[in-house]
């Protein structure tokens, strides 16, 4: 049977595939650019802004957000929670402090069913 996502679980899966052919085609960009010139910062900084990673970078944060507050809020619900809620709300506080711990919550609302 096909799992059923939220709205914040399938906004945030777009959006990351999306981000995913964006940094791909920037990829391309830069190796085909390095060919005929050096990349200097106002190059990438060109390329950036001409394949559109910057706004497919934003755009991805803001559903990496959603997705973390949604879950957070739906986690709350859960028989795990209530019987770990300190060390939960400990993962949730630094979140932003820590990439590794970020990116372990967005895994683990990917989870949630």
Do not use: C
């Amino acid at each position: 049977m096909k799992p059923i996502y939220s709205k914040a679980q399938l906004d945030y899966m777009k959006v990351k595939t999306k981000f995913e052919n964006k940094a791909s085609i920037m990829e391309k960009k830069i190796e085909s650019t390095r060919k005929t010139r050096e990349i200097t910062q106002e190059v990438m900084e060109g390329l950036v802004m001409e394949t559109g990673f910057h706004e497919a970078y934003n755009e991805l944060v803001l559903a990496e957000n959603a997705l973390i507050e949604w879950s957070h809020i739906t986690i709350k619900h859960e028989k795990t929670y209530r019987e770990n809620k300190q060390q939960i709300e400990q993962m949730y506080e630094s979140l932003n402090a820590s990439p590794d711990m970020r990116a372990q919550i967005i895994d683990l609302a990917l989870k949630i069913r």
